[in-house]
T-cell receptor, first 114, second 112 residues
Framework: GAVVSQHPSWVICKSGTSVKIECRSLDFQATTMFWYRQFPKQSLMLMATSNEGSKATYEQGVEKDKFLINHASLTLSTLTVTSAHPEDSSFYIC??????????FGPGTRLLVL | DQQVKQNSPSLSVQEGRISILNCDYTNSMFDYFLWYKKYPAEGPTFLISISSIKDKNEDGRFTVFLNKSAKHLSLHIVPSQPGDSAVYFCAATIKTTDKLIFGTGTRLQVFP
């Protein structure tokens, strides 16, 4: 079946540093990918839509300068958390739609900002 | 504004019996609904989906029911197995957008 990978699986960083998370579709091309964030015991919240070859579109309340998204190819989208702070600590998950309406999710990246 | 709600945060069911997970939504524009299973620190795994033009979809032990007038859907798992223990999320989308709006999740525990 379709596989979406994420790297790294988890990262610990100091406050003020930037962290890059990669999302790859391994056996299919994805012109669109989605980035979600999940806080403990809460739902997955859509952050932004990553569009290959164009700017990402962000959901209301998500700072585009804080969460930089680059969709450089049909199989790779990156999310960079700039100047990370402890409140950015969360579980970040990407997804890519393949067959009709069905999205496949990556394994997630746990970010801990100290 | 939570457009997709799962009012039961947890559910405990004995192995072999039926598990029923419920989900309510408020946006009448949603036209496709999905259920995902999730383990801690992993991405969600797709289980089953249903289009708004249907009221039932079945796949093995999993059946999803949709009641559009009530804006309610449910996932039935029968018979329940211990391996089904996980957090289940319902999600809704407007097909032209591909954006998934998730419910808050229900933790299912199936005990022997």
């Amino acid at each position: 079946g379709a596989v979406v990978s994420q790297h790294p699986s988890w990262v610990i960083c100091k406050s003020g540093t930037s962290v890059k998370i990669e999302c790859r579709s391994l056996d299919f091309q994805a012109t669109t990918m989605f980035w979600y964030r999940q806080f403990p015991k809460q739902s997955l919240m859509l952050m932004a839509t990553s569009n290959e070859g164009s700017k990402a579109t962000y959901e209301q309340g998500v700072e585009k300068d804080k969460f930089l998204i680059n969709h450089a190819s049909l199989t790779l989208s990156t999310l960079t958390v700039t100047s990370a702070h402890p409140e950015d600590s969360s579980f970040y998950i990407c997804s890519a739609p393949q067959v009709q309406e069905t999205q496949y999710f990556g394994p997630g990246t746990r970010l801990l900002v100290l | 504004d939570q457009q997709v709600k799962q009012n039961s945060p947890s559910l405990s069911v004995q192995e072999g019996r039926i598990s029923i997970l419920n989900c309510d939504y408020t946006n009448s524009m949603f036209d496709y609904f999905l259920w995902y299973k999730k383990y801690p620190a992993e991405g969600p795994t797709f289980l089953i989906s249903i289009s708004s033009i249907k009221d039932k979809n079945e796949d093995g032990r999993f059946t999803v029911f949709l009641n559009k007038s009530a804006k309610h859907l449910s996932l039935h798992i029968v018979p329940s197995q211990p391996g089904d223990s996980a957090v289940y999320f319902c999600a809704a989308t407007i097909k032209t957008t591909d954006k998934l709006i998730f419910g808050t999740g229900t933790r299912l525990q199936v005990f022997p």
